[in-house]
């Protein structure tokens, strides 16, 4: 049966959990899997609270359906460069805007593009090639990896297929498939360190654009139209909840600061790690110690079986979590092998 409410409490008892829904429904069960997906996306944390109701500020543009009413002359400033903002930049595009439009990140890092099927070639199930054991590459990196020797056995890996007139993306692609062997074993001070320097390069290999949208964006770019930056914010500005957006940019890597002027901000940042006391259900769960934050500092923990960690690493019988939440843990934020 499919309930549609919103949980707000899952309540232990001494044979089941009892899950409180918002509309005061409760529904007993021997087993609960929190499969909760990512959360809502928000405003990167330059811009202050009042700006989620500014009426030129679009925060979440995949949930929200004011994205068709963008006039097709203004400025548009896209936050972010990953597949959100492909897709978001092509829906304009396609929809006849003429307007400039910029596009900001960090890092200026834009996502690789998705390699087309061979013909001929069949493509194997995912949970088959998740079951394949490591390519020698991978088990050459260590017992467990360190990150950095992970790293540089796949850059190795990928040279050498290169070479034989092979792409980059086949090994990459078998150690993606390897995260939930390889990544559990890692110490949670080297997981520390690939959310902080690596994961960004590890997304635009991991979520690859379509080729259909890459060639619009770049035709686009190509005329003038739409143009990349890697920046920072360092001061956002407006008259009023109505008014235009003054948006100061520090380009990467210097201290020179740019200000400019934009009809529309569009948040294309996407979703990244969560933050479980945010969420009132985790929240509570938190508080109950039925559920921790992962060692890594990314999700929530959990077992090689999905079992909820309490703090002090007791499993939960009866508490299971897949998806997104369980990135910090699992080291894939899509699904669970499970």
Not at 36 to 55: I, V
């Amino acid at each position: 049966r499919h309930l549609r409410d919103r949980v707000i409490d899952v309540i232990p008892g001494e044979r089941t959990l009892t899950v409180v829904t918002a509309g005061n429904t409760k529904r007993d069960g021997d087993l609960v899997v929190l499969a909760t997906g990512h959360t809502r996306a928000r405003l990167p944390a330059a811009f202050k609270p009042e700006f989620t109701r500014h009426a030129r500020v679009i925060v979440d543009p995949l949930g929200e359906p004011r994205l068709p009413a963008v006039p097709p002359a203004e400025r548009v400033l896209v936050l972010g460069s990953g597949l959100p903002a492909y897709d978001i930049i092509s829906s304009l595009i396609t929809a006849g805007h003429r307007g400039p439009i910029d596009v900001v990140s960090r890092k200026g890092l834009r996502p690789k593009r998705q390699q087309p099927r061979v013909p001929g070639q069949a493509s194997r199930l995912a949970m088959e090639r998740v079951a394949d054991p490591p390519e020698p590459f991978i088990l050459g990196a260590g017992n467990p990896p360190k990150v950095r020797a992970l790293l540089r056995a796949l850059r190795n890996r990928v040279r050498e297929v290169e070479s034989t007139g092979k792409t980059w993306d086949q090994p990459f692609l078998h150690l993606r498939d390897m995260v939930t062997q390889v990544w559990p074993a890692i110490p949670a001070f080297e997981k520390r360190r690939f959310f902080r320097h690596l994961r960004t390069f590890y997304d635009v290999h991991r979520f690859r654009v379509a080729p259909q949208n890459e060639t619009l964006v770049h035709e686009a770019e190509r005329r003038g139209q739409v143009r990349f930056r890697a920046a920072s914010l360092t001061r956002i500005d407006t008259d009023d909840d109505h008014a235009p957006i003054r948006i100061a940019l520090r380009a990467r890597g210097t201290d020179a600061v740019q200000e400019s002027v934009y009809d529309r901000v569009i948040n294309c940042t996407g979703v990244d790690a969560m933050h479980p006391a945010d969420v009132p259900l985790y929240a509570r769960l938190l508080a109950r110690d039925m559920i921790s934050v992962d060692p890594s500092g990314v999700g929530l923990a959990v077992d090689a079986d999905v079992r909820a960690l309490a703090r002090n690493g007791t499993a939960a019988q009866r508490l299971r979590i897949v998806g997104p939440p369980t990135t910090g843990a699992r080291g894939d934020p899509l699904g669970s092998p499970y």
